[in-house]
T-cell receptor
Framework: EDKVVQSPLSLVVHEGDTVTLNCSYE??????LLWYKQEKKAPTFLFML????IEKKSGRLSSILDKKELFSILNITATQTGDSAVYLC????????????FGKGTHLIIQP | KAGVTQTPRYLIKTRGQQVTLSCSPI?????VSWYQQTPGQGLQFLFE???????NKGNFPGRFSGRQFSNSRSEMNVSTLELGDSALYLC????????????FGPGTRLLVL
């Protein structure tokens, strides 16, 4: 059975800090890893990673995938209160019936 | 461009009833995926449709079914509702296959009494 584990489950930091969120996975026929941000409503797409070692960046957020060690990290620098959200990691596996497997998410709280 | 729309936004049903939820994807998107989100289990993949064909299916019982129409709109049906089906049901649309960028709708919150 495919598995995605995120850590930590929750994190409280102060504005301006840098945070690193972790996602490890065990899936068959890996295709891609995706990061989402979920505030009060629907998840918002952040990144899709398919190749190992290539960093994706968007402003203060960046992410990298290690396909050998089966994990990804999401970094947020100079955090702001608007970064408070649940960050979800999902892995897409090919080969038919598995689809997307989500982790439980990291609940990030940024204190002013 | 209009985003993904889902109807209804809120729904209350009783055990044993059935329910149909609707999702209209972003114009031009051909892929629609459905997810169930609960506090205990998190976000779980239900199924994905692409060009009216179910391409992927998650690990849910046969009471959960769906379909996609020629205009890419999709419906999800849950029969013989159980209390545990209470959840936020999200749909997401994308241009291509499951692993490409997906845009989520606001969700339908279903409460089963």
């Amino acid at each position: 059975e495919d598995k995605v584990v995120q850590s930590p489950l929750s994190l409280v930091v102060h504005e301006g800090d840098t945070v690193t969120l972790n996602c490890s996975y065990e899936v068959t026929n890996f295709r891609s890893l995706l990061w989402y941000k979920q505030e009060k409503k629907a998840p918002t797409f952040l990144f899709m990673l398919t190749s190992s070692g290539i960093e994706k960046k968007s402003g203060r957020l960046s992410s990298i995938l290690d396909k050998k060690e089966l994990f990804s990290i999401l970094n947020i620098t100079a955090t702001q209160t608007g970064d408070s959200a649940v960050y979800l990691c999902a892995v897409a596996s090919g080969g038919g019936a598995d689809g997307l497997t989500f982790g439980k998410g990291t609940h990030l709280i940024i204190q002013p | 461009k209009a985003g993904v729309t889902q109807t209804p936004r809120y729904l209350i049903k009783t055990r044993g009833q059935q329910v149909t939820l609707s999702c209209s994807p972003i114009s031009g998107h051909r892929s629609v995926s459905w997810y169930q989100q609960t506090p205990g289990q998190g976000l779980q993949f239900l199924f994905e449709y692409f060009s009216e064909t179910q391409r992927n299916k998650g690990n849910f019982p046969g009471r959960f079914s769906g379909r996609q129409f020629s205009n890419s709109r999709s419906e999800m049906n849950v029969s013989t509702l159980e209390l545990g089906d209470s959840a936020l049901y999200l749909c997401a649309s994308g241009q291509g296959f499951l692993q490409e960028t997906q845009y989520f709708g606001p969700g339908t919150r279903l409460l089963v009494l």
